[in-house]
């Protein structure tokens, strides 16, 4: 089944583009024969170019040339023009790009109401070309961060768009939130008025706080320098830098920020890709983790984030590994999970990894665990044989937890101190289409999803008291 | 007769090869420890029921395989073609590519109605390839989408096409503390439509086969396989041929049939458990001895006791004396829960069965009054030995053992229901609350009748 991802604006792209890097070397590890095979498929076209241009499919046999299932969007055109200068220029054509040239300005109103407005014919025909090649569409993956102009408001747009134009068709966003001291001072507005989007019209959504990379990127490379690891640590893990080269403390180490989102990417959907013995699809995952609606914000963790050089390691460092997933700063965002309400847990494990091994953790790791009272159980799992490459076993575990709350209250509070002052709104509101009742629904709706987390964890800790079973006439 | 096998979803396709595997490296071993006559005459009637020849000379197993992704179905038919003991038919699969995401409406109101025709004539093509049919016997689990959902749907057909055919599901109890989230509602639905078109239903729960993993057959990294490979076993030494008392001379040649003429005498009660005695790794086999009074004493127990494998047996539990409906505790003098039964069947395979005294069976407290003790207990034989073991005896039960296991699933699935989690993924479907309460409904009653046995 396909997933068709879409990079909207800078952060998109260049998370995208090393999703695609890193998904092109997960399948050369695995497909020595370079036959291209169903896995392949997910991400990838196999394109005859003998014939000049854009051939036909070709859906068997030998690899010819590799194009990738995508649609990506900039209105600058640096990130996407960096992309088809570098090595994957190969994997993409001009018919899945869009770009214009001035950006947006970091204003949500130009990329969503402007740009969105301007460019929809073009990116519905643009979509409706690629969706066409794939054979059977399973879902939309948005790649963006919330805080700037185009990934945020042109990206829900598309959101919107895709769900107009395929309702049938899940559609997950992964995106990046902006932290308190992000520099872009009006990030606070796009990030909820994309919120209110993102509420309505994703089916799953992955939230990111780059506060959260950072902090693993460090830890990785401390213990890397530490030697605490006692054994010699491959250096070209997928998960810290593509290029193997150490980034300097002072810059912001994007990159290896980004190979963790695009990790996250490749995990999510390797059980829909290679085998196992209890395969995990995207329509599972947000079957299982979506009980209510408008609850389907997933806080993530990817566990181990280093490689070993002995492959067979004992069950305690295996066991270590799921710990891990559930420890504050493995999250992705600024959370905390196990000192919060639980509706649902998904753990997606890759690799030499048993049900026994999987059971044994679940029962050791759940006492201290809160779940909500109707799902004590709440627990989604999948197998999958094919490790990622570097490590022996891997672990992604998504959790539809109340401790996303505080990042939405913090979202709200940034919010309210521009809003109250009226600050730079008028940048927004000259926007066609643009008017004041869209901050305040914005905010509205952000409000009650915060309501909602509320009243759950309200719940927690409480009298459990079972509803009483139906009475059957004997 | 011959079983046509209806493999659903990943669990129904991961478990009906090792079923065919159990089946066919059984009658490929030279562990029989019988006559070369007896040898032949089993292996013909395995082959009857499972297999037809193809010109290759390689047995074809009769199933047919259906799933909704892909990649099962592919990586079970090479594996199945790679033994070079049997194969699949190339032909009799069935497979899309988005998968029912674990939805059970998904399976049942989309991809059934959609795919009916196709799936259908693939089980008619395998039907029509059989002599004489003998009936289905689908496998799935109930926990997903397709295998359960799906499943629902197929078996429906399947007696809707063949209304005079028996029809046996095997159905896979997930473990309990979740495989899925929503399995206890999947379950739900599964089971009260299951009712309504199958003969019976032979019920596999995964926690129990995991402890015999883990404490009977000391393995110790437990794989969905190594869980498979134990349920193969168990089924194979179901199905693999016997002796009835009716069929005299030669090996019985409707094993669906007489298992639902011995074991469902009334549409309430459809509920049937497992339970296979000995059972430990391969390479103990050759060092250990066992006698039939051990082995027939020990089965009893489990019986009796609700014990879920032979460790672990709460020897304390005895029927009720005959008249009285409160059973006690023989030390403790507390009401013990004692497994009342409305049927059994007992399979004996291997050295010296002939002689084996199966009386304790016959015992009247272990049974509901309404069926004569003599109608109520049935044994069948043979002196082939299955599966390396020298002396294997099975319980095939339709009694309590069910009963704590269905309450569990229905109380967890009720607790979400009354919360409305989940729902709005069903109705999405066309699966509206009214048709969860239904299925609620038509369990309790279940529960009810098998409560007040």
């Known amino acids: 089944p396909v997933s068709l991802p879409f990079a909207v604006g800078q952060c998109g792209n260049q998370v995208g583009c090393r999703f695609w890097d890193l998904a092109l070397r997960e399948?050369?590890?695995?497909?020595?024969?370079?036959?291209?095979?169903?896995?392949?498929?997910?991400?990838?076209?196999?394109?005859?170019?003998?014939?000049?241009?854009?051939?036909?499919?070709?859906?068997?046999?030998?690899?010819?040339?590799?194009?990738?299932?995508?649609?990506?969007?900039?209105?600058?055109?640096?990130?996407?023009?960096?992309?088809?200068?570098?090595?994957?220029?190969?994997?993409?054509?001009?018919?899945?790009?869009?770009?214009?040239?001035?950006?947006?300005?970091?204003?949500?109103?130009?990329?969503?109401?402007?740009?969105?407005?301007?460019?929809?014919?073009?990116?519905?025909?643009?979509?409706r070309k690629t969706a066409e090649h794939c054979d059977c569409l399973q879902c939309f993956f948005i790649i963006h961060s919330m805080g700037g102009g185009t990934g945020s408001g042109l990206g829900t747009f598309v959101l919107n768009l895709l769900e107009d134009e395929f309702p049938e068709v899940h559609r997950f966003v992964t995106s990046v939130y902006p932290s308190g001291e992000d520099d872009v001072i009006t990030s606070p507005y796009n990030s909820v008025l994309a919120m209110k989007e993102l509420n309505e019209h994703?089916?799953?959504?992955?939230?990111?706080?780059?506060?959260?990379?950072?902090?693993?990127?460090?830890?990785?490379?401390?213990?890397?320098?530490?030697?605490?690891?006692?054994?010699?640590?491959?250096?070209?893990?997928?998960?810290?830098?593509?290029?193997?080269?150490?980034?300097?403390?002072?810059?912001?180490?994007?990159?290896?920020?980004?190979?963790?989102?695009?990790?996250?990417?490749?995990?999510?959907?390797?059980?829909?890709?290679?085998?196992?013995?209890?395969?995990?699809?995207?329509?599972?995952?947000?079957?299982?983790?979506?009980?209510?609606?408008?609850?389907?914000?997933?806080?993530?963790?990817?566990?181990?984030?280093?490689?070993?050089?002995?492959?067979?390691?004992?069950?305690?460092?295996?066991?270590?590994?799921?710990?891990?997933?559930?420890?504050?700063?493995?999250?992705?965002?600024?959370?905390?999970?196990?000192?919060?309400?639980?509706?649902?847990?998904?753990?997606?494990?890759?690799?030499?990894?048993?049900?026994?091994?999987?059971?044994?953790?679940?029962?050791?790791?759940?006492?201290?665990?809160?779940?909500?009272?109707?799902n004590q159980e709440g627990w989604k799992t999948g197998l999958c044989s094919v490790p990622p490459v570097g490590h022996s076993h891997s672990l992604l575990a998504l959790a539809n937890n109340t401790c996303v709350k505080p990042t939405f209250i913090e979202l709200k509070d940034r919010f309210m101190k521009l809003y109250k002052k009226k600050a730079?709104?008028?940048?927004?509101?000259?926007?066609?289409?643009?008017?004041?009742?869209?901050?305040s629904e914005a905010i509205s709706s952000l409000s009650d999803l915060i309501e909602e987390y509320n009243e759950l964890d309200a719940t927690k800790g409480g009298p459990r008291t079972d509803p009483s079973r139906l009475k059957i006439a004997v | 007769m011959s079983i046509v096998t209806v493999q659903l979803g990943q669990c129904g396709n991961q478990i009906g090869h090792e079923v065919f595997n159990a089946i066919c490296s059984d009658v490929h071993g030279t562990h029989g420890l019988c006559s070369k006559k007896e040898n032949e005459s089993y292996r013909d009637a395995c082959k009857e029921r499972f297999f037809c020849e193809e010109e290759s000379g390689v047995p074809v197993a009769r199933a047919v395989l259906v799933d909704m992704e892909p990649k099962v179905i592919s990586q079970t038919l090479s594996m199945a073609a790679r033994s070079g003991y049997w194969k699949y038919n190339d032909q009799s699969h069935f497979c899309q590519k988005q998968g029912s995401g674990n939805?059970?409406?998904?399976?049942?109101?989309?991809?059934?109605?959609?795919?009916?025709?196709?799936?259908?004539?693939?089980?008619?093509?395998?039907?029509?390839?059989?002599?004489?049919?003998?009936?289905?016997?689908?496998?799935?689990s109930m926990a997903g989408g397709t295998g359960s959902g799906l499943g629902a749907f197929v078996t429906q057909c399947l007696r809707d096409a063949f209304p005079t055919s028996f029809i046996l599901n095997h159905v896979i109890w997930p473990y309990g503390t979740g495989e899925?989230?929503?399995?206890?509602?999947?379950?739900?639905?599964?089971?009260?439509?299951?009712?309504?078109?199958?003969?019976?239903?032979?019920?596999?729960?995964?926690d129990v086969i995991h402890k015999?993993?883990?404490?009977?057959?000391?393995?110790?990294?437990?794989?969905?396989?190594?869980?498979?490979?134990?349920?193969?076993?168990?089924?194979?030494?179901?199905?693999?041929?016997?002796?009835?008392?009716?069929?005299?001379?030669?090996?019985?040649?409707?094993?669906?049939?007489?298992?639902?003429?011995?074991?469902?005498?009334?549409?309430?009660?459809?509920?049937?458990?497992?339970?296979?005695?000995?059972?430990?790794?391969?390479?103990?086999?050759?060092?250990?001895?066992?006698?039939?009074?051990?082995?027939?004493?020990?089965?009893?127990?489990?019986?009796?006791?609700?014990?879920?494998?032979?460790?672990?047996?709460?020897?304390?539990?005895?029927?009720?004396?005959?008249?009285s409906s409160i059973p006690s505790s023989h030390l403790t003098n507390k009401p013990v829960h004692?497994?009342?039964?409305?049927?059994?069947?007992?399979?004996?395979?291997?050295?010296?069965?002939?002689?084996?005294?199966?009386?304790?069976?016959?015992?009247?407290?272990?049974?509901?009054?309404?069926?004569?003790?003599?109608?109520?207990?049935?044994?069948?034989?043979?002196?082939?030995?299955?599966?390396?073991?020298?002396?294997?005896?099975?319980?095939?039960?339709?009694?309590?053992?069910?009963?704590k296991p269905l309450d569990n699933v229905v109380g967890k699935a009720w607790n979400m229901f009354a919360s409305k989690a989940y729902i709005h993924q069903y109705t999405k479907f066309g699966i509206e609350e009214e048709d969860f309460l239904d299925s609620f409904t038509a369990l309790e009653q279940v529960i009810s009748s098998y409560t007040t046995l």
């Open chain 1, 424 to 439: 730079h709104l008028h940048h927004y509101l000259h926007i066609d289409g643009m008017e004041q009742s869209c901050f």
């Open chain 1, 27 to 127: 399948h050369a590890a695995v497909n020595k024969k370079g036959i291209y095979d169903e896995a392949l498929s997910s991400f990838f076209r196999n394109v005859d170019t003998r014939s000049g241009g854009d051939g036909p499919d070709i859906y068997k046999g030998k690899i010819c040339s590799l194009k990738a299932r995508a649609l990506l969007i900039d209105m600058e055109e640096g990130v996407v023009n960096e992309i088809l200068q570098g090595p994957l220029r190969d994997v993409f054509d001009s018919k899945q790009l869009i770009t214009d040239v001035s950006g947006s300005g970091n204003n949500w109103a130009v990329g969503h109401m402007l740009y969105g407005s301007q460019y929809r014919e073009n990116i519905v025909e643009k979509l």
């Open chain 2, 103 to 140: 939805n059970w409406a998904n399976g049942y109101s989309a991809h059934g109605p959609r795919h009916k025709e196709v799936i259908m004539n693939l089980v008619q093509k395998e039907a029509e390839k059989c002599d004489r049919l003998g009936g289905f016997f689908t496998i799935m």
């Open chain 1, 202 to 374: 994703a089916d799953c959504v992955l939230p990111i706080e780059n506060e959260s990379l950072f902090h693993i990127v460090n830890k990785i490379h401390q213990m890397i320098s530490s030697g605490k690891l006692g054994s010699t640590v491959k250096q070209n893990s997928l998960v810290t830098s593509s290029a193997g080269s150490a980034k300097t403390a002072q810059e912001k180490p994007f990159d290896a920020m980004n190979n963790i989102v695009a990790n996250l990417l490749l995990n999510l959907t390797s059980s829909a890709r290679f085998e196992g013995s209890l395969n995990m699809d995207l329509n599972e995952i947000s079957m299982n983790l979506v009980p209510f609606p408008r609850l389907h914000y997933l806080v993530s963790s990817l566990t181990p984030l280093y490689t070993l050089a002995d492959v067979n390691v004992p069950s305690r460092r295996l066991d270590q590994m799921f710990s891990d997933a559930f420890s504050r700063d493995h999250q992705l965002i600024q959370a905390d999970p196990k000192h919060s309400l639980y509706l649902a847990c998904a753990l997606l494990v890759r690799g030499n990894v048993q049900v026994s091994d999987l059971r044994r953790n679940i029962e050791r790791l759940k006492p201290s665990l809160h779940f909500v009272s109707w």
């Open chain 2, 180 to 206: 899925v989230i929503v399995q206890n509602y999947n379950s739900v639905l599964t089971l009260s439509h299951l009712y309504q078109s199958s003969d019976a239903l032979l019920v596999h729960e995964n």
């Open chain 2, 338 to 403: 004692f497994n009342t039964s409305i049927a059994n069947l007992v399979i004996l395979r291997g050295k010296d069965t002939h002689s084996v005294d199966l009386g304790s069976f016959r015992d009247p407290s272990l049974y509901t009054s309404w069926l004569n003790p003599q109608d109520a207990f049935h044994a069948w034989k043979t002196p082939r030995a299955f599966n390396k073991y020298e002396k294997s005896a099975s319980l095939v039960s339709n009694s309590q053992f069910l009963l």
């Open chain 2, 212 to 323: 015999i993993c883990a404490q009977l057959m000391n393995i110790k990294q437990i794989s969905f396989r190594d869980v498979n490979q134990v349920i193969a076993h168990q089924l194979g030494s179901v199905f693999q041929p016997t002796y009835t008392a009716e069929s005299g001379l030669h090996y019985s040649r409707n094993p669906l049939g007489d298992l639902m003429e011995t074991l469902v005498p009334h549409p309430e009660f459809k509920m049937l458990a497992l339970r296979n005695i000995p059972q430990m790794p391969e390479n103990s086999l050759a060092y250990s001895t066992f006698s039939w009074p051990g082995l027939i004493k020990h089965l009893r127990q489990m019986l009796i006791a609700n014990a879920k494998m032979e460790e672990g047996i709460d020897w304390q539990v005895r029927p009720p004396p005959l008249g």
